[in-house]
Structures are given as C-alpha cells and as structure tokens.
C-alpha cells in the first residue's frame, strides 16, 4: 500500500469478488482517536452515486 495525501491506494492479493484481485483500489483515508475510516464512492451503471465507508477502532484498554 502507499499514502499519497489523504487517500491509500492498496493492491487486492485475494478477494471474494475474482475480477478485483490484482487491481490497485483507492481509498480516503483518516485517522483520529485510534479510529481508521476508509472510504470511497461507487457510481455503477445505473447512475445512482453510493458512498462507502469502512470504521476501524481500537479496543479500550480493558482496566482489570
């Protein structure tokens, strides 16, 4: 994967979707408070623009 601004471009190894592996995707990258969105917009043949996002967070800290 490489960083170029805000957006992470990666290269699929392996995927459910066949036509997608070893295609280089896109994404809008941030992170804050250990919280990683990746997103990206899709706007099939059918003309209706969908936004995609994808949150990743940390686990807290878990005090015993």
Excluded: F, K, N
């Amino acid at each position: 994967w490489r960083l170029a601004g805000e957006t992470v471009h990666h290269t699929v190894a392996l995927s459910l979707v066949p036509e997608v592996a070893g295609q280089t995707l896109s994404r809008r990258a941030s992170l804050s408070d250990g919280q990683l969105s990746l997103s990206y917009d899709l706007t099939p043949r059918s003309g209706v623009t969908r936004h995609y996002l994808l949150l990743w967070r940390r686990p807290r800290e878990r005090v015993v």
